[in-house]
């Protein structure tokens, strides 16, 4: 057993009186552990452009406790200040990926667009985005990655929809034959993360919310607004409705447009003009559809 000199011992512990924070280290950051851990998962985000994006964690974490985290991007000042008015609000976009964990490029493909929404000058820029790039962290750094969170939920199946009551678990059944890939929760809302996301629309009050999966390599729609027709080669091809899934929570009980992008493979990026002529296509759309629209 080692001896501490008391001088020693009186030292540490003025030292805790005096300072307590610099007698005991402080933890790190959520990014810090949260990027490396995503940069072992998806190859195509190093933890050093993970931590350069300025992803802020949510109060609440995952099960297994991983950071949830968002990234807001306001419009600069001069790019919504009109001549003699006061600011209009900037159209808003919620910007998700990842809420199935074994759909990797749908999380990566966000972290992508990340980035490019940091350049002030894209047009991009005009609306103030929420991005989360992983919705489902459980299930994305979970080894396999999986699609359900650590509880077993499909959380695109767990929003509280009109008719997750009545369906929820009867489609899972007769449509599903019980699938645990898609076991919606043993009540709506039941998950944390699915929470999380549902907040995230109470309090940024999107217009718009855009959620990227994989693997089907189409477009779906849901909601009030014109339909998209095609993002780079994705074509609308609308996939039917599901009780608990987000583009039934948003786009029939809370009357958003929802934007469901598929990309073609859960774990092979589309080619860099793909992911390009996707990301200008939505801005296209997001253009003549939401752009104009007056300000209530
Ligand atoms: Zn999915």
């Given at each position: 057993?080692h001896?501490?000199?008391?001088t020693l011992?009186?030292?540490?512990?003025?030292l805790s009186?005096?300072?307590?924070a610099?007698a005991i280290a402080?933890p790190?950051p959520p990014?810090?552990d949260?990027c490396?851990a995503?940069?072992?998962?998806l190859?195509?985000?190093p933890?050093?452009?993970?931590?350069?994006?300025?992803l802020?964690?949510?109060t609440?974490?995952?099960?297994?406790g991983?950071a949830?985290?968002?990234?807001?991007i306001?419009?600069?000042?001069?790019?919504?200040a009109?001549?003699?008015k006061?600011?209009a609000r900037?159209?808003?976009i919620?910007?998700?990926?990842?809420i199935h964990?074994?759909?990797?490029?749908s999380?990566?493909?966000?972290?992508?667009?990340l980035q490019?929404l940091?350049?002030?000058n894209?047009e991009?820029?005009?609306?103030?985005w929420?991005?989360?790039?992983?919705?489902?962290?459980?299930g994305?750094?979970?080894?396999?990655?999986?699609r359900?969170n650590?509880?077993?939920?499909?959380?695109?199946?767990?929003?509280?929809?009109?008719d997750?009551?009545s369906?929820?678990h009867?489609?899972?059944?007769k449509k599903?034959?019980?699938?645990?890939r898609?076991f919606?929760?043993?009540?709506a809302?039941?998950?944390?993360?699915t929470?999380w996301?549902?907040?995230q629309?109470e309090s940024f009050?999107p217009?718009?919310?855009?959620?990227v999966?994989?693997?089907f390599?189409?477009l779906?729609y849901?909601?009030p607004?014109h339909?998209p027709r095609?993002f780079g080669?994705?074509?609308l091809?609308?996939l039917?409705?599901?009780?608990?899934?987000l583009g039934?929570?948003g786009?029939?009980?809370?009357?958003?447009p929802?934007?469901t992008?598929e990309?073609?493979?859960?774990?092979?990026m589309?080619?860099p003009?793909?992911q390009?002529?996707?990301w200008?296509d939505m801005?296209?759309?997001?253009?003549?559809n939401i752009a104009?629209?007056t300000t209530s």
């Amino acid at each position: 057993m080692h001896r501490i000199a008391p001088t020693l011992l009186l030292a540490l512990a003025s030292l805790s009186l005096s300072s307590p924070a610099r007698a005991i280290a402080s933890p790190p950051p959520p990014t810090e552990d949260w990027c490396a851990a995503i940069g072992k998962r998806l190859g195509s985000v190093p933890p050093p452009v993970c931590r350069s994006l300025g992803l802020q964690a949510a109060t609440v974490t995952s099960a297994r406790g991983h950071a949830l985290m968002s990234r807001d991007i306001a419009p600069p000042t001069r790019k919504i200040a009109q001549a003699g008015k006061a600011p209009a609000r900037a159209r808003r976009i919620l910007l998700i990926g990842g809420i199935h964990g074994d759909e990797l490029t749908s999380a990566s493909i966000v972290f992508r667009w990340l980035q490019w929404l940091d350049d002030a000058n894209s047009e991009a820029r005009q609306y103030h985005w929420r991005v989360i790039p992983v919705a489902n962290p459980d299930g994305l750094l979970n080894n396999p990655p999986q699609r359900v969170n650590s509880h077993g939920v499909d959380l695109n199946r767990n929003f509280p929809t009109t008719d997750w009551n009545s369906d929820a678990h009867a489609y899972w059944a007769k449509k599903t034959g019980r699938d645990p890939r898609r076991f919606p929760g043993q009540s709506a809302n039941s998950e944390t993360e699915t929470r999380w996301l549902r907040e995230q629309i109470e309090s940024f009050q999107p217009d718009v919310v855009v959620s990227v999966h994989a693997p089907f390599g189409i477009l779906d729609y849901d909601g009030p607004a014109h339909q998209p027709r095609r993002f780079g080669h994705l074509n609308l091809n609308r996939l039917g409705i599901y009780p608990g899934s987000l583009g039934n929570y948003g786009g029939i009980a809370k009357n958003l447009p929802v934007i469901t992008i598929e990309l073609p493979n859960a774990t092979s990026m589309p080619p860099p003009r793909e992911q390009r002529e996707i990301w200008d296509d939505m801005l296209t759309w997001l253009r003549r559809n939401i752009a104009s629209k007056t300000t209530s």
